[in-house]
């Protein structure tokens, strides 16, 4: 099974700042990657898919980057609306999550 | 607009077996893939497994042995058959649309099955 590694785990950041968050393949998946956001006690919302399309009716500040094992989600101006947990999904080969990203207020 | 609604059972017992139904309304279940994801309480999302239209599945290794998605067409209905299950199974349980090539870009409001005897 291909292992998806998100790093990292929490980060502290303020509001307009440009966050970061890097997921990790075990092996390539090519561009098969999703992006979502989950806020507590809902769905996860999908941001991103195919590594870099946006999902219609996101924020261009949202961005994904990247193909085969590396791949990472941008937030080019932190707002508030945005603390939440981010997870990234591989759908190349039996599907999985990666462990989340805790976005917090610094 | 597309509306997922999971329903089933809100409490399960050691060693019985899960049934949870996914309706589908104000859309077409055909050409999409349909997939189960979980959460235990305050911990990450699970991939439990998907089903295409047609009928073709692929499941999470480590829960195939227990794990059965079926499709009803006619009812726009996905279902979910968990076997055998424990105090590890108490998740939130999501059904979700996925269609080709993109993410999961309809979620049910998830429900929660707790196995407790």
């Known amino acids: 099974d291909i292992q998806m590694t998100q790093s990292p785990s929490t980060l502290s950041a303020s509001v307009g700042d440009r966050v970061t968050i890097t997921c990790r393949a075990s092996?390539?998946?090519?561009?098969?990657l999703a992006w979502y956001q989950q806020k507590p006690g809902k769905s996860p919302k999908l941001l991103i898919y195919k590594a870099s399309t946006l999902q219609s009716g996101v924020p261009s500040r949202f961005s994904g980057s990247g193909s085969g094992t590396e791949f990472t989600l941008t937030i080019s101006s932190l707002q508030p609306d945005d603390f939440a947990t981010y997870y990234c999904q591989q759908y190349s080969s039996s599907w999985g999550f990666g462990q989340g990203t805790k976005v917090e207020i610094k | 607009q597309v509306q997922l609604q999971e329903s089933g059972p809100g409490l399960v017992k050691p060693s019985e077996t899960l049934s949870l139904i996914c309706t589908v309304s104000g859309g077409s279940i055909n050409y999409y893939y349909w997939s189960w994801i979980r959460q235990p309480p305050g911990k990450g999302l699970e991939w439990i497994g998907y089903i295409y239209y047609s009928g073709g599945t692929n499941y999470n290794a480590s829960l195939k042995s227990r794990v059965t998605i079926s499709v009803d067409t006619s009812k726009n209905q996905i279902s979910l058959e968990l076997t055998s299950m424990t105090a590890a199974d108490t998740a939130v349980y999501y059904c979700t649309r996925h269609p080709y090539g993109s993410g999961s870009d309809h979620w049910g409001q998830g429900t929660l099955v707790t196995v407790s005897s």
């Open positions: 092996q390539s998946i090519s561009s098969w």
